[in-house]
């Protein structure tokens, strides 16, 4: 919806109440955008529900709270913030390269891996331009796909899987880019490497196969993709990490890319001098110091998974295995009407409706009493 300043007009019979008075005219491929809703804040809905008390498990977030080495940096570096941030980020550049074996001129930072996304998709399409993506997977691709003003192309999983062969049959001389999700959200699953490396082999050099692993360090199946190893492939491989998730960072806002100096030196071009802030760099460095934070974190999320999986099998309700820190469930009724009943319990998931699962729940991984407390609302309410 367009805003506008000063007084709402007046309604009037003839006149819609929110017509604008700007005469603005709107890209299609802008008014073609269904925009992200982000699960609501806690406070919002326990005000809204006249609930207290009440557990987020919807956003896929850490439940254990931030790395505290991190939160350390920050407090150190608050005092420096009337000064401007190192806008190469260097750094937490040269610690990203140590610590994944690449070079320093493969990386480029973001204001959480959105940011990269965005930056790819301004950088690299034009109008018309073809963009291949799984169909469900995370929203912001197709979003900023459709911002540069780009085609989106679908391609249905298959079994929950991103289905790669099928990808690889909808290119055409007008695709530029293919977004992977590894492991994919909503469904968990991963890619497996072999699955890839055959995709990899049939990839024309001109398209950037844009890799998301937001979620790998959760993964638990030894023959998943990691695809930073086809960095030096010749072909167009893009990683995407995030210290939103296993970090516990996702309020700062900082992510990167691997990729190779062809895309990163375009990709430079177009970065905005000071897009990662001064205590996300400071708080990702230690946060990739931060290994008992780290393993603390992936060691609770395997716990608590093994724990709900044998929950939910002793009671009889239907749920898909993962390879992140969220999972699916079948709660085989309308999931709007479940993801209601269960924030009355106090308890917020997400409903897979919109991503064309009615029938299913997300639920991420808590803390052991929080998924005891989601175990027990959600049988009270299915
Ligand atoms: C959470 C998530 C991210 C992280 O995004 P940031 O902008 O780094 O917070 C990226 N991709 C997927 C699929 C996610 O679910």
Redesign the pocket.
């Known amino acids: 919806m367009v805003s506008h300043f000063g007084k709402e007009p007046m309604a009037t019979e003839e006149e819609p109440k929110r017509k604008s008075k700007l005469n603005l005219s709107i890209p299609n491929h802008i008014l073609s955008i269904d925009p992200y809703s982000p699960g609501k804040p806690l406070e919002e809905l326990e005000r809204e529900y006249g609930i207290v008390d009440s557990i987020k498990l919807a956003?896929?977030e850490n439940p254990l709270g931030p790395s505290p080495k991190a939160i350390t940096a920050i407090l150190a570096a608050a005092e420096k913030l009337n000064r401007y941030p190192d806008g190469s980020g260097r750094r937490l550049i040269e610690k990203i390269s140590e610590y994944h074996s690449v070079r320093p001129s493969n990386i480029v930072l973001?204001n959480?891996?959105?940011?990269i996304i965005s930056m790819l998709t301004r950088t690299f399409l034009q109008y018309g331009d073809e963009v291949i993506l799984p169909k469900p997977?995370?929203l912001?691709y197709d979003i900023l796909a459709r911002g540069a003003g780009a085609t989106p192309v679908y391609v249905p999983l298959k079994s929950l899987s991103i289905d790669l062969k099928r990808i690889e049959r909808k290119i055409t001389a007008g695709s530029k880019m293919i977004f992977i999700?590894n492991p994919n959200?909503p469904t968990g699953t991963s890619v497996l490497r072999k699955d890839f490396e055959n995709f990899l082999s049939r990839v024309p050099e001109s398209i950037i196969a844009v890799v998301?692993e937001?979620?790998i360090d959760f993964a638990r199946d030894k023959n998943g993709l990691d695809s930073i190893d086809y960095l030096d492939s010749g072909k167009a491989v893009v990683t995407?990490r995030?210290?939103?998730?296993v970090h516990g960072l996702?309020g700062l806002?900082?992510?990167y890319g691997i990729m190779p100096d062809e895309i990163s030196e375009h990709l430079n071009r177009l970065r905005q001098p000071f897009n990662t802030n001064s205590l996300a760099q400071v708080a990702a460095i230690a946060a990739l110091d931060d290994k008992v934070f780290f393993e603390k974190t992936i060691h609770l999320i395997h716990e608590e998974l093994d724990y709900l999986y044998d929950s939910l099998n002793r009671a009889g309700i239907k749920y898909f295995p993962t390879q992140t820190n969220f999972f699916l469930v079948d709660v085989k009724k309308s999931a709007n009407g479940v993801y209601e009943r269960m924030l009355k319990e106090g308890i917020i998931v997400r409903s897979m409706a919109s991503y064309g699962f009615p029938r299913y729940i997300r639920v991420n991984v808590g803390l052991h009493d929080e998924n005891m407390r989601f175990l027990t609302a959600l049988k009270k309410v299915i």
Do not use: H, V
């Open positions: 956003s896929n973001g959480g891996s959105d940011e997977t995370f912001m999700n959200n998301d937001a979620y995407l995030t210290f939103s998730k996702a806002r900082i992510g």
